[in-house]
């Protein structure tokens, strides 16, 4: 099995900036993608930005210039830099993964993390 821990999450006001994180363990043997989505009260879940192995990341139209994805294979984790958050960035934030396992291809998610942003 894989396990994602998720943090970073939390309370900020407008035009802050929040860090997450997302480690994945277990069972896996190369992680060929690894993203972040988002769901909002009331909304469908949404990639907010992901990246594959060795390519460019690839960002949500509304997060353009203000988030940053980044990810260290070396310890199998995920960043997201969110910075100028606006209050349509209130979401539970889930990390995904998707890579190849020992039971065969994965798709991961994490436990999801809360981003309030509010004055």
């Known amino acids: 099995q894989v396990q994602l821990v998720e943090s970073g999450g939390g309370l900020v006001q407008p035009g802050g900036s929040l860090r997450l994180s997302c480690a994945a363990s277990?069972?896996?043997?190369?992680?060929?993608?690894m993203g972040w989505y988002r769901q909002a009260p009331g909304k469908q879940r949404e990639l907010v930005a992901n990246?594959?192995?060795?390519?460019?990341?690839n960002y949500a139209d509304s997060v353009k210039g203000r988030f940053t994805i980044s990810r260290d294979d070396a310890k199998n984790t995920v960043y997201l830099q969110m910075d100028s958050l606006k209050s349509v960035d209130t979401a539970v934030y889930y990390c995904?993964?998707?890579?190849?396992?020992?039971?065969?291809?994965?798709?991961?998610w994490g436990q999801g993390t809360q981003v309030a942003v509010s004055t």
């Open positions: 995904n993964i998707q890579g190849r396992e020992i039971t065969g291809w994965g798709n991961d």
């Open positions: 277990g069972s896996i043997f190369s992680i060929h993608v």
């Open positions: 990246v594959i192995s060795g390519g460019s990341p």
